[in-house]
């Protein structure tokens, strides 16, 4: 395929997996170990892609609740993930499905959690949907915004753009 934009649902099914189901287990992949993980490492070789996001929440345990955090490019642009993605042949139609690759939390993010997607740079956008060697590795400190941000966020039903906003000491 051409660099393409596509629908796709989030938990990577190999080709080769028996069940779909086994995509709920598949969310992320370790840029440490993604090129030799049976589960990804032909994804990597083949189908990569970029994953674009205004940004991502993280969770970090403070006084016994779940606290969540906004993490956010700090230029107002978009992040784009280094992604992989797989056709499953399904018994009724191909699913098409996708992962982000993960790595080290930079210092900022690491106040959070300690892994942090891999956010790719515009000039390596070619090379890694080429098949190429880029670094999968922390975006600088600089690049990301990280905020604290209402629980709100932790209920499905509270859908709304102010959930992206600090939340109120």
Known sequence: RGNEGAMVRWGLVPHWARDPSIGAKMNNARAE???????FRDAYRKRRCLIPASGFYEWKLESGHRQPYYIHPSSGELFSFAGLWE??????????TCAIITTDANARMAAVHERMPVIVSPADYSAWLAGGEIPLRACADSA???RRVSRAVNNARNDTPGLIEAENS
Do not use: M, Q
Request: proline share 15%; net charge negative; hydrophobic share 35%.
């Open 87 to 96: 056709s499953w042949n399904g018994p009724t139609a191909p699913l098409e």
């Open 144 to 146: 990301i915004e990280v």
């Open 33 to 39: 170990t993604v090129a030799e993980k049976p589960s």
